[in-house]
Nanobody
Framework: QVQLVESGGGLVQPGGSLRLSCEAS????????VGWYRQAAGKQRELLAM???????ITGSSVEGRVAISRDNAKKTVDLQMNSLKPEDTATYYC??????????WGQGTQVTVSS
């Protein structure tokens, strides 16, 4: 059974930082491109950052310069560091994994609320 389990969400003050972590199980992690999306209330899900299986990084334009993504194939984890948080960063954050010939996998999501 494939699982992507996120952790690290919660309440963050404006200007603060957060680190989200996603641990995968049930997949050969190294062959997957993995990353993070988010979805705010009433908005479409948007890409934050993706770490491709070849090591390249794709970053969403809305968070360019504020995020860093890292993966550890041995631990089967992908982490997202996000800085200078704003109230508009409030959303549910989802871990994502894809590979050619495989279904696309999503985590259950973790809520991030940016508020004073």
């Amino acid at each position: 059974q494939v699982q992507l389990v996120e952790s690290g969400g919660g309440l963050v003050q404006p200007g603060g930082s957060l680190r989200l972590s996603c641990e995968a199980s049930g997949i050969h992690f190294a062959i997957f491109s993995v990353g993070w999306y988010r979805q705010a209330a009433g908005k479409q899900r948007e890409l934050l950052a993706m770490k491709l299986m070849d090591g390249r990084t794709i970053t969403g334009s809305s968070v360019e310069g504020r995020v860093a993504i890292s993966r550890d194939n041995a631990k089967k984890t992908v982490d997202l560091q996000m800085n200078s948080l704003k109230p508009e960063d409030t959303a549910t954050y989802y871990c994502y994994a894809e590979a050619p010939g495989w279904p696309k996998y999503w985590g259950q999501g973790t809520q991030v609320t940016v508020s004073s």
